[in-house]
C-alpha cells in the first residue's frame, strides 16, 4: 500500500491546529473587557489571529492538493475562527461592530481562495485580480479599525494588514511547489506575523478603554 506522505502530514497538522484553536477559543470566551487584563486580551486576540494562519493554511493546502474532504472540515474550523475573532471584536465595541466586522473579515479569505484557485488552474489572471483585491481590501480594514478606534491609523493597520496577506501568498505559494520545508517556514512566518497585528490593536484597545483594563 502507497503511502500519501503529504496528506498524513496535513492531517496532522490540522489535528494539531484544531487542538490549539480550542485554547484560542477558551481565550476568546474569557475575554471580558469590564475589569480584564491586558495581558490576558493581548495573549487572546494573539491566539485567535495565529489559529486564523494555521486553519487557513490548512484549508489551501487540501484545496491544492485536491482532498475536498479535508478542505471543507479545515474551511469550517477557519469560518468558526472568524466568528471567534468577531465575537472578541463585540465584546469590546458591541453587537453592531460584531456584525460589521464578520462579513468584512470574511472578504479577505475568500480573495485568499480566488487566489489558491488561480494557483490550482494555473489562471494569471485570476491570481492577479485576486491579489489586487487583497490589497484594496487592506485599505477598507484600515479604514474599519480607524473608525472604531482613534488609536489605530488607518494607513498603519492597513500596512499590517497587507504583510499578512503577503504573507498568506507566499504560504499557498510554496504549497504549490511541493517543497515541504519552505511551505512550513512560509506557515511559522505567517503565523509569527500576526502578532504584529494583534499587539497593536490589544495596546489601542487598552488605550481606548482604560478603566476597563487593569495593567500587569
Excluded at 52 to 58: I, K, Q, R, S, Y
Excluded at 130 to 137: E, G, M, R, S, W
Aim: hydrophobic share 50%; aromatic share 6%; glycine share 10%.
Amino acid at each position: 500500500m502507497k503511502i500519501d506522505c503529504k496528506k498524513i502530514i496535513g492531517a496532522a497538522m490540522v489535528a494539531a491546529w484544531l487542538g490549539a484553536g480550542c485554547a484560542a477559543n477558551a481565550a476568546a470566551a474569557e475575554m471580558n473587557p469590564h475589569g480584564a487584563m491586558a495581558a490576558d486580551l493581548r495573549t487572546g486576540l494573539n491566539s485567535l489571529f495565529r489559529e486564523h494562519v494555521f486553519l487557513a493554511a490548512a484549508a489551501t493546502g487540501a484545496a491544492l492538493g485536491g482532498r475536498d474532504g479535508e478542505f471543507k472540515a479545515a474551511a469550517g474550523a477557519l469560518d468558526g475562527n472568524s466568528i471567534d475573532i468577531a465575537k472578541a471584536i463585540g465584546s469590546v465595541y458591541g453587537a453592531g461592530a460584531e456584525q460589521a466586522f464578520l462579513p468584512l473579515w470574511r472578504r479577505h479569505i475568500g480573495f485568499v481562495v480566488d487566489y489558491t484557485v488561480g494557483v490550482a488552474t494555473r489562471d494569471d489572471a485570476k491570481k492577479s485580480k485576486a491579489v489586487n483585491d487583497l490589497v484594496q481590501y487592506t485599505q477598507d480594514f484600515g479604514a474599519f479599525l480607524a473608525s472604531a478606534n482613534p488609536n489605530l491609523p488607518k494607513d498603519g493597520v492597513a500596512n499590517l494588514v497587507k504583510d499578512h496577506v503577503l504573507t498568506l501568498k507566499d504560504v499557498i505559494d510554496a504549497q504549490a511547489s511541493g517543497d515541504m520545508s519552505k511551505t512550513f517556514t512560509a506557515i511559522r512566518n505567517a503565523a509569527g506575523h500576526m502578532g504584529m497585528i494583534a499587539d497593536p490593536l490589544a495596546a489601542a484597545i487598552v488605550k481606548q478603554f482604560p478603566d476597563r483594563f487593569a495593567s500587569r
